[in-house]
């Protein structure tokens, strides 16, 4: 526990909203005995759907933790349905949060550099002590007004994990889609602390670029394309910005083997870190002029409800929301393997029933949403509160920005039942909420009122809801309320598409709160055949087909069982018009060039499968003849002359009938083949007349 930091909620007074993840909001509060602003994290336990003593536990395992680059928790307990940790508040937010605001196109090189390597001596420090963060990624790097960088959300999630048994057992992994190493998508691999350096390598493109490789892009999608698709990298070309020295350590973290990923620390004796510059000349000036932190997250989330409210289609506004969590860099999507599987096994089947089952599925999210965050963003007092709490800002005092409390809190901190000091729970001793308060007493409303379970499998509606914004919660909200709706819904399984948002199986956990170290999902044998067949494979139920495979499937190429050469599977090629056909359109020489073509081509093939078949028939004919025509073998002596005849006449009666048959085989393929040749030269012949043609035409 830290030393001067008490385990009584009534000694924080929380502030602003500074941020939200997957499971928990992030105060700036005042740790009231010292005067001292401080971050509250809160977890709903409920959420996270895991052990209480489990949680405490590991929490004071993150109290432990020291490092000048890893946010350290001072105290954590808990309040009712929520766990408190209370941790140093770093006022310039985080990476993600800053490049929203201030930077959408990413960072320049220099501050990359040094907030880079200021993360990776952490990373060091927790590999070192056998930790692994398993979420880095720019919103979870934090940042002060002194260019001091810190490693965030480490604690609780990352220990959790290391005992994970629990979850070890429900087969989930867990992490952000884009930033997960490819070991990590495929339980049964195992993976280790290089999966750190994987999202390292992501993350330093998401500060180069503003975002994620592939965040564009669902989960599903994300997964597929993290194991298919040749690691991201910055490129020579588009990037030119950018050193060759960071382009290379890019490419050194972004390796698909882990075993070939250097270690963190030697990752920190590359030249790119080498010569990084203090975060206190590089880091600190990318505040310069910026309002404060709590300011700043009022209004992206205003920017975030506007752009939502534009959208107008249904689907658009599901893309918009699973986009914005990609975007905002929520953690935690937890993906349950056998869920997954299911899910994947149904691609293609149903499919138009599934269509329509998606249809009414995103109609009522849609009324959902309609009705509840964007057209009504202040529908209850609770919302009310906090558009107050929103509209009434701070002022920005220097003794707050050093970590002390201004005037103003210290005044109201004096009254209780305006700092909401009374005990957790008393809402009703409470008085109306003010601006300041508002939050606390949200958090009380938010322990009493126990949340809806969010185990299970996600609908959109439910991945809406799990943003502790306002907008969500109000679906969230929305959700309690149609519940047996939603239970509904949630019976309809639904496809895996590919082109938009997937179903979450389980949005439970908080920050990584269930995942398994190694996941005994047990993709790797099947997806080791993948190569071979373009199918990713996991476990006979997980079969998803992807792109490659619809193109291979899609083409009419297919393996000759006969010749052994590949051919073309005159069925699936392109219906060709007949010459009278051809004759009598008036079609462009452009069109029809593509069908004279195909049919050429088709002639040639079959020209040669037909030589082909001939050469095989011969061959085999002398090699197995005798004893396929099972002819009698020629007698050895002399003994029995009369039968002997016999036998040698019967012998030559059926190798007479065996080359007539062989002859009329060859006539016939050989007709087939002048024909052939025949309708090649009236094609070709059509070719010149519509090529003349047209060339006429256009003198
Ligand atoms: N100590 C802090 N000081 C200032 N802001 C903080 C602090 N800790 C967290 N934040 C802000 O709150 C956000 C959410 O915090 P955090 O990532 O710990 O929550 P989470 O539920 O674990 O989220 P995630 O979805 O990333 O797992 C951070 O991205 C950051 O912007």
Redesign the pocket.
């Known amino acids: 526990m830290g030393k001067n930091y008490s385990l009584n909620s009534n000694d924080y007074k929380l502030l602003e909203e500074?941020?939200?993840?997957?499971?928990?909001t992030?105060y700036r509060a005042i740790h009231l005995p010292s005067n001292e602003v401080v971050?509250v994290?809160c977890l709903d336990l409920e959420r996270c759907n895991c052990n209480l003593d489990d949680i405490r536990r590991e929490a004071q395992t993150m109290i432990l933790i020291d490092h000048p680059n890893i946010?350290k928790a001072y105290c954590s307990f808990v309040v009712d349905c929520n766990l408190w940790v209370v941790?140093?508040?770093?006022d310039e937010?985080?990476c993600?949060?800053l490049m929203k605001i201030a930077y959408p196109e990413g960072f320049e090189e220099s501050a990359i550099g040094s907030i880079l390597k200021e993360t990776l001596k952490a990373l060091e420090y927790l590999h070192h002590h056998g930790h692994i963060h398993r979420?880095v990624k720019a919103?979870?790097i934090?940042m002060d007004h002194n260019g001091e960088v810190k490693l965030?959300?480490f604690g609780v999630s990352a220990y959790m994990f290391d005992r994970g048994d629990r979850q070890r057992s429900r087969n989930t992994f867990v992490g952000t889609p884009c930033w997960m190493a490819p070991e990590v998508l495929q339980p049964g691999t195992g993976y280790d602390f290089k999966a750190d350096i994987w999202s390292f390598g992501i993350t330093a493109l998401e500060l180069a670029h503003g975002h994620a490789p592939f965040s564009k892009y669902p989960p599903m999608k994300v997964l597929l394309m993290t194991l298919q698709n040749a690691p991201p990298g910055l490129d020579y070309d588009r990037d030119k910005r950018f050193s060759k020295s960071f382009k290379e350590m890019v490419a050194m973290c972004l390796v698909k083997d882990q075993t070939k990923r250097p270690t963190a620390e030697k990752l920190l004796k590359h030249s790119f870190f080498k010569n990084a510059k203090p975060p206190e000349l590089s880091v600190k000036k990318l505040f310069a002029d910026l309002p404060p932190l709590w300011k700043r997250v009022k209004d992206l989330q205003l920017k975030d409800a506007a752009q939502l409210a534009l959208k107008k289609m249904p689907s658009a506004e599901q893309e918009a929301i699973s986009q914005s969590e990609y975007q905002r860099?929520?953690?935690?999507w937890n993906f349950d393997v056998e869920d997954l599987k299911f899910q994947a096994s149904l691609l293609q089947e149903e499919e138009e029933e599934i269509k329509e089952e998606e249809d009414s599925a995103k109609l009522h999210v849609n009324q959902k949403v309609t009705s509840s965050s964007v057209v009504k963003p202040a529908a209850t007092d609770n919302n009310a509160s906090r558009e107050n709490l929103n509209d009434n800002e701070v002022p920005v005092v220097e003794s707050e920005i050093k970590g002390k409390v201004s005037e103003s809190d210290l005044v109201e901190s004096d009254n209780p039942s305006r700092t909401g000091l009374q005990k957790s729970g008393s809402k009703a001793e409470l008085p109306p909420p003010t601006d300041r308060d508002a939050a606390q007493s949200r958090i009380r409303t938010q322990m009493g009122k126990g949340r809806q379970s969010q185990s299970g499998p996600l609908m959109p509606g439910t991945v809406l809801s799990h943003s502790l914004s306002d907008r969500t919660r109000n679906l969230e909200r929305y959700e309690i309320e149609n519940q047996q709706l939603s239970e509904k819904a949630q019976q309809v399984r639904r496809s895996p598409s590919l082109s938009g948002p997937l179903n979450l199986p389980n949005r439970a956990s908080?920050?990584s709160l269930s995942a398994p170290i190694k996941s005994s999902g047990g993709f790797k044998d099947s997806l080791d055949d993948k190569s071979k067949t373009n199918l990713v494979q996991i476990k006979g139920r997980f079969s998803v087909t992807s792109e490659n495979v619809d193109l291979v499937k899609g083409s009419s190429l297919r393996k000759s069982a006969s010749v052994g050469s590949w051919i073309i599977d005159s069925r699936q090629m392109p219906v060709s018009q007949s010459p009278k056909e051809i004759n009598n359109s008036n079609l462009p020489a452009s069109i029809l060039m593509p069908h004279l073509q195909n049919l050429f081509q088709q002639t040639l093939i079959q020209q040669d499968l037909i030589t082909n078949l001939l050469s095989s028939l011969q061959l085999v004919e002398l090699e197995n003849g005798p004893q396929n025509g099972k002819m009698p073998p020629l007698p050895r002596g002399s003994e029995n002359n009369g039968s002997a005849e016999l036998v040698a006449s019967e012998r030559e009666r059926m190798l007479l009938v065996k080359i007539s048959e062989l002859q009329a085989r060859m006539n016939s393929l050989t007709d087939e083949l002048t024909a052939e040749r025949a309708k090649y030269m009236r094609l070709q012949q059509q070719l010149n007349a519509v090529s003349g043609r047209e060339e006429n035409g256009n003198s």
Do not use: E, Q, T, Y
């Open positions: 500074v941020g939200f993840g997957a499971s928990a992030v971050a994290k946010i941790m140093p508040f770093m937010g985080s993600l949060h979420d919103g979870n934090l965030a959300d860099g929520v953690s935690a908080g920050n």
